[in-house]
Nanobody
Framework: QVQLVESGGGLVQPGGSLRLSCAAS????????MGWYRQAPGKQRELVAS???????VYADSVKGRFTISRDNAKNTVDLQMNSLKPEDTAVYYC???????WGKGTLVTVSS
């Protein structure tokens, strides 16, 4: 099993920045994919960005050019740098790793003036 702990959420004004971090522990030697998902109120959970063990990244169209995902394989962490935040980025952000499919408990990001 893999345990994931997210940090870095909070309240930020539109146009501001936040950095989310996720630390993995447990059966981490097999992790191939690490990523961030988000779920806004009344909406389905969606992929924000992912990165594989080789460094290949995938981004949702809505965050391209604003968000950057990075990974430290030695520390078993994955970060999400979020810039130029918009109110529509408000959501609970979840860290996910695979395999095995594991989720963190989530961290709330609120973008509001």
């Amino acid at each position: 099993q893999v345990q994931l702990v997210e940090s870095g959420g909070g309240l930020v004004q539109p146009g501001g920045s936040l950095r989310l971090s996720c630390a993995a522990s447990g059966s981490i030697f097999r992790i191939y994919l690490m990523g961030w998902y988000r779920q806004a109120p009344g909406k389905q959970r969606e992929l924000v960005a992912s990165i594989n063990s080789g460094g290949r990244t995938v981004y949702a169209d809505s965050v391209k050019g604003r968000f950057t995902i990075s990974r430290d394989n030695a520390k078993n962490t994955v970060d999400l740098q979020m810039n130029s935040l918009k109110p529509e980025d408000t959501a609970v952000y979840y860290c996910k790793t695979d395999p095995p499919p594991s989720w963190g408990k989530g961290t709330l990001v609120t973008v509001s003036s």
